[in-house]
């Protein structure tokens, strides 16, 4: 299935210096810089053929986002991944996102108020390790989750450190449920 992103917003959270380490790290080469706000890169695929992307050098301006989603469509054709696979990789940060998943680990030292909760869920369509600090009362949820394998559900602004990511702001740490409503099953946060 192919998908493309169109979400204005949702390119404008990638930073300049990452689509640069992205296209240098895939062989991309930087031809040329195009009036003070946007490098060329090219590239030629196995037949031959050139590639041309645009990676601009700041990200305060109105087309930021239209330039970023055409880089995207250009990188989908010629790595002939997703724009989603793509796009997870190039992400460093949701502001007031909401995330779902497992904890894989909690982490709380004796006589400490916070815990560190690892969880693992899906960021842009991939499967991620997200950390969270918890008060004492989410911390207990994530205890009963962790042990009872039950989902869990939360927002906030998450921001990649490394190879993982950090939920910030955090807001409406619950479990999740199922609830059977006749012959329909919901999921509810409890």
Sequence with gaps: MKVTVRDRQVFETIEPSVL????????????????????????????????????????DFDDYGLLIGDTLKELERLEKRSQLEILSDLITSLENTEIQGFVVKVDREEGEEIAKVAMMGFVVNKLRKIYVELKETDCNLALKA???RIPVICGGDLVKVGGYFVMKNLHGFALMVE??????IAIARI
Excluded at 28 to 55: A, M, P
């Design 20 to 59: 640069a380490e992205y296209l240098q790290a895939h062989c991309w080469e930087k031809v040329g810089l195009f009036y003070e706000y946007t490098w060329v890169w090219h590239k030629k695929d196995d037949s031959g053929e050139l590639f041309e992307v645009k990676q601009p050098t700041r990200q």
């Design 146 to 148: 962790y042990q009872e």
């Design 179 to 184: 609830e059977a409503k006749g012959d329909e």
